[in-house]
């Protein structure tokens, strides 16, 4: 079909490992933080479920708002993921080198 002839999926350059070590250390302690939110939301429900049921912020109870806040708190730490790893370590580096001399 015309218009769907494209070369392969590859990015041009691949990244150095100094870049993916970076990035996967970044991503464990962004899952780690999220794991430690989700944690206490399990925790919360599974050994006292009745403050779940406490409104606490406009009518809504601690279920409601607890639930929401993971949903952003997933968004927001993506976003700060992403933000992070834009760049390469290499280019990192180099930025430093130029800004010293």
């Excluded at 350059?13 to 100094?18: G, L, M, T, V």
């Excluded at 962004?30 to 409104?55: C, D, H, I, Q, R």
């Excluded at 708002?65 to 993971?70: A, D, H, K, N, S």
């Amino acid at each position: 079909m015309a218009g769907f002839d494209h070369g392969p999926n590859e990015p041009e350059d691949q990244e150095n490992s100094e870049t993916i070590s970076r990035n996967t250390r970044l991503g464990l302690k962004l899952f780690m933080v999220y794991l430690a939110l989700y944690g206490g939301f399990v925790f919360l429900n599974t050994f006292s479920p009745a403050k779940m049921e406490v409104v606490v912020f406009a009518g809504l109870n601690l279920a409601i708002v607890y639930g929401f806040t993971l949903i952003i708190a997933a968004f927001v730490l993506a976003l700060i993921y992403g933000w992070s790893c834009r760049n390469d370590v290499s280019s990192d580096t180099s930025k430093n080198e130029g800004a010293s001399q």
